[in-house]
């Protein structure tokens, strides 16, 4: 199994254009995650799928959308990228309700530069 | 609204002594908690958790962890540290207002051992 694989790794923009992350996972879980990570301020999350078919926003969700194309895919997409957009952008799944299945299994991330 | 937070923005400490990371808690019900480890330049990976029982939890690579209630903490503790062990430490807890979907993270504990 190869996990959570996120697609790119690193991604340098300019402000104003957009791109697309992409996020996969091959375990067969039903929640997935988007996360970004700067200096000081931890994990916060973005937006999340808790299953197939459904999106919520996150604590930081301005500036970004999501979709989950199908159980496995859950992209996050920049439409007009901004500096303050600069980040590490971490994918995460987890296998789904109850409390036995609570662990989140994470990516390798992704850094984005937006000049 | 549920929180975690991690005091000590750095610990260190050198290779064979004890070492505790801290984390205390805020949460209304009871509290699901979380340790997880950021390796350079790679994804957060599961440590441990604490959901119910033992107040003292065992996880991975030797780690483990101190519930207690009364003092609402739930600190990470190893007998003896590693060089290897260096890395970012991050203290999570189970929210609530998600339908228990998602976790909220502590700013995270930098753990440097020195030989």
């Known amino acids: 199994n190869a996990g959570v694989t996120q697609t790119p790794k690193f991604q340098v923009l300019k402000t104003g254009q957009s791109m697309t992350l992409q996020c996969a996972q091959d375990?067969?879980?039903?929640?997935m995650y988007w996360y970004r990570q700067d200096p000081g301020m931890g994990l916060r999350l973005i937006y999340y799928?808790?299953?197939?078919?459904?999106?919520d926003k996150g604590e930081v969700p301005n500036g970004y959308n999501v979709s989950r194309l199908n159980k496995r895919e859950f992209s996050l997409r920049l439409e007009s990228a901004a500096p303050s957009q600069t980040s590490v952008y971490f994918c995460?799944?987890?296998?789904?309700?109850?409390?036995?299945?609570?662990?989140?299994?994470f990516g390798p991330g992704t850094r984005l530069t937006v000049l | 609204a549920q929180s975690v937070a991690q005091p000590e923005d750095q610990v260190n400490v050198a290779e064979g002594n004890p070492l505790t990371v801290k984390c205390t808690y805020s949460?209304?019900?009871?509290?699901?908690l979380f340790w997880y480890v950021q390796y350079p330049n790679r994804g957060l990976q599961f440590l441990l958790k604490?959901?119910?029982?033992?107040?003292l939890v065992k996880g991975s690579y030797g780690f483990e962890a101190e519930f207690n209630k009364s003092q609402t903490s739930f600190h990470l503790k190893k007998p003896s540290a590693l060089v290897s062990d260096s890395a970012l430490y991050f203290c999570?807890?189970?929210?609530?207002?998600?339908?228990?979907?998602?976790?909220?993270f502590g700013k995270g504990t930098m753990l440097l051992v020195s030989p």
């Open positions: 604490y959901i119910t029982g033992d107040n």
């Open positions: 999570a807890v189970r929210d609530s207002g998600s339908g228990y979907s998602t976790l909220t």
């Open positions: 799928s808790a299953s197939e078919g459904t999106t």
């Open positions: 375990m067969n879980h039903n929640s």
């Open positions: 949460v209304s019900g009871n509290p699901y």
């Open positions: 995460a799944s987890r296998p789904g309700q109850g409390l036995q299945y609570n662990e989140q299994f």
